[in-house]
């Protein structure tokens, strides 16, 4: 008996439609209204400031997704987990500590010791503290990994004020990166459900207590303090926006409700910001990692359709396609800087570096470089 060819591809077409409709996934996406992209205009005209960007080697380690400048080293916190340190002149390159997970943020407290958090340390994840690293062989302490006896399963970005408190995001309590194994996935799989319960806390290394300052964050990512530290700026990845937060309020503050203490800085960003940095002259610099994504700007409101994408292989997500693109923006929430390339292999850039001659960029690219450009070349 012939098979019927036709018959066996609508019963293969058939089950791999059930397949996209009905099989079990993770993620229980959530309706939203994004808004409309205004794409690369006004402040986001299309350039090739980034051309011309130049590489200094950090050899066998990859993706330096963070890079903190301390005293004439470059601070990297790399892929395999070690965070290492060079010289500008690409001279002493030191592994100063492995975490065996995946530092991402990190930010060094008043006695010169790192703080680092690792979503991938330990049980599920941690803040850390790095000393005695001088020597290559960093010592470990884990300062939290709980808040309100709950575990904080996303660990992302750190920054310490003067006085010594540590503000940290925990990107998202629903998706957990140590169970997944890769903070890029977790990433994905947080913002296509886009549930919004990443959260910014504080840490005060006196008492040892953490306390949970904003939530329903939309994957909670780059924080950064104003010039008085008065003030915290946050990342929202997943809706393509910047907040601010007084500092001064012993709240519980949601996204979900606008007040004097928490505000959106800037909003509908054309990629998604990922790190944030202080820099030099009140600059507060941004690297969007990727464009905006067609499908999910689609399927905000089409929580269906995120489930079904869920369903297909990692790599046939809906992504946006890698560009290079930076942004720095002031207190007032206003754009002060916009730097892109469409030609640089150096693309998802996290984030950038500022010294006084020189912007280094972050990123998570599979490249064994840090990318740099001089600032007086860029107009600076």
Same mark, same amino acid.
């Given at each position: 008996m012939k098979l019927n060819i036709t018959k066996v591809l609508a019963l293969i077409f058939t089950v791999f439609i059930?397949?996209?409709?009905?099989?079990?996934?993770?993620?229980?996406?959530?309706?939203?209204?994004?808004? *409309?992209?205004?794409?690369?205009?006004?402040?986001?005209? *299309?350039?090739?400031?980034?051309? =011309?960007? +130049?590489?200094?080697?950090?050899e066998k380690y990859t993706e330096p997704e963070h890079i903190v400048y301390r005293e004439g080293w470059l601070y990297a916190a790399t892929k395999t987990?070690?965070?290492?340190?060079?010289?500008?002149? =690409?001279t002493g390159l030191q592994k100063i500590v492995n975490t065996e997970g995946r530092p991402l943020g990190f930010d060094f407290d008043i006695k010169g010791s790192i703080i680092v958090a690792d979503p991938l340390y330990g049980k599920h994840g941690g803040l850390l503290k790095i000393s005695n690293f001088e020597n290559g062989d960093g010592e470990i302490e884990l300062l939290t990994d709980t808040v309100d006896d709950t575990a904080l399963n996303f660990i992302d970005a750190v920054v310490v004020s003067k006085s010594g408190t540590i503000y940290f995001t925990d990107a998202?309590?629903?998706? *957990?990166?140590? +169970?997944?194994?890769?903070?890029?996935r977790a990433g994905e799989i947080d913002i296509l459900e886009n549930s919004s319960t990443g959260r910014v806390l504080e840490y005060n290394p006196v008492t040892k207590k953490t306390r949970i300052l904003l939530k329903d964050i939309s994957f909670a990512n780059g924080i950064a303090l104003s010039t008085d530290e008065n003030y915290l700026f946050i990342n929202e990845t997943g809706k393509y926006r910047v907040w601010k937060l007084n500092l001064e309020t012993d709240q519980t503050l949601s996204t979900k409700e606008e007040s004097e203490f928490a505000e959106v800085h800037i909003?509908?960003?054309? =990629?998604?910001?990922?790190?944030?940095?202080?820099g030099e002259e009140g600059r507060i610099w941004i690297g969007l990692i990727m464009p905006r994504n067609d499908f999910l700007e689609f399927s905000s409101d089409k929580p269906f359709l995120r489930k079904m994408a869920m369903r297909l292989p990692a790599k046939m997500l809906p992504k946006g396609a890698g560009y290079s693109h930076?942004?720095?923006?002031?207190? *007032?929430?206003?754009?002060v800087e916009d730097m892109q390339s469409n030609s640089l292999p150096y693309t998802n850039i996290t984030g950038v570096t500022e010294t006084e001659d020189v912007l280094y960029f972050q990123q998570l690219n599979d490249m064994n470089a840090i990318g740099w450009l001089k600032k007086e070349d860029l107009g600076f």
């Open positions: 059930l397949y996209l409709l009905f099989w079990p996934v993770s993620i229980a996406p959530v309706a939203w209204e994004s808004p *409309k992209s205004t794409g690369y205009t006004g402040s986001f005209e *299309k350039n090739n400031r980034l051309d =011309g960007m +130049e590489y200094l080697s950090i987990g070690a965070i290492i340190r060079v010289r500008e002149d =690409g998202s309590q629903r998706t *957990k990166a140590k +169970e997944i194994g890769d903070v890029g909003d509908n960003l054309p =990629g998604l910001p990922d790190n944030m940095m202080a930076v942004i720095a923006i002031n207190e *007032k929430g206003e754009v």
